[in-house]
């Protein structure tokens, strides 16, 4: 059983930037992808960008490749999300994800989720 537990959202101006930290309670996540995903009420939850836990290898949505950067911090157990450049419609729930198997875009795909984290863009 994986815990995750995320940090950082809040309400923030287009154009700015945020920074989400997700805590996972396994220590050994080498066979893991973790993964940020977000979800807006009455839509389906979306993949934002994932990082395989053992390469550090990242890979992203279309929707926020080039603004977006995925982290890891392997001594303390931690993945990130660095956003930049935040329009409105990034404003939604993020929640951390981890699964088994590599490069997974699909929600089926991760077993283990937080809580979610709200982040507000405002025009």
């Known amino acids: 059983q994986v815990q995750l537990v995320e940090s950082g959202g809040g309400l923030v101006q287009t154009g700015g930037s945020l920074r989400l930290s997700c805590a996972a309670s396994?220590?050994?996540?080498?066979?893991?992808?973790m993964a940020w995903f977000r979800q807006v009420p009455g839509k389906e939850r979306e993949f934002v960008g994932g990082?395989?836990?053992?390469?550090?290898?990242?890979f992203y949505a279309d929707s926020v490749r080039g603004r977006f950067t995925i982290s890891r911090d392997i001594a303390k157990n931690t993945v990130s999300l660095q956003m930049n450049s935040l329009k409105p419609e990034d404003t939604a729930v993020y929640y951390c994800?981890?699964?088994?198997?590599?490069?997974?875009?699909?929600?089926?795909?991760?077993?283990?989720w937080g809580q979610g984290t709200q982040v507000t863009v405002s025009s």
């Open positions: 396994e220590r050994s996540l080498y066979s893991y992808t």
């Open positions: 994800a981890a699964g088994s198997g590599l490069g997974r875009i699909v929600r089926g795909a991760y077993a283990y």
């Open positions: 990082i395989n836990w053992s390469d550090g290898g990242a």
